[in-house]
């Protein structure tokens, strides 16, 4: 099993459908078509997984700075919605 490490400390259980949701609700704000969005949604949660499974731990912020890195060469304006989307949860948890 891959746990992940929380920036709090804690400990949870390596869930690839909610790293899936928050891209989901971020891409769907971008002006991009559907069948491109689900392209990219798809490209990066197959890296995450990948990456994780070579891993018994995984620290959120390695898997946020792998989301980042894929937004950044499939879709800018979504790269932006991230942050804001990051920033926001970070102020209002």
């Known amino acids: 099993m891959i746990t992940v490490i ?3 400390g804690e400990v949870e259980a390596f869930n690839l459908n909610k790293i899936k949701k928050s891209l989901v609700s971020v891409i769907e704000r971008t002006d991009l078509s559907q069948e491109k969005k689900n392209e990219i949604v798809e490209k990066i949660t197959k ?4 990456f994780a ?3 018994k731990e995984i620290f959120t ?6 989301i980042l890195m894929e937004l950044e060469k499939e879709c800018s304006q979504a790269m932006k ?3 804001e989307y990051r920033l926001a949860k970070v102020e209002n948890p």
Not at 47 to 50: A, N
Not at 61 to 66: D, K, Q, R, T, V
């Open 6 to 8: 929380k920036k709090g």
């Open 47 to 50: 890296k995450i997984l990948k």
């Open 53 to 55: 499974k070579r891993r």
């Open 61 to 66: 912020s390695e898997i946020e700075a792998l």
């Open 81 to 83: 919605i991230w942050r």
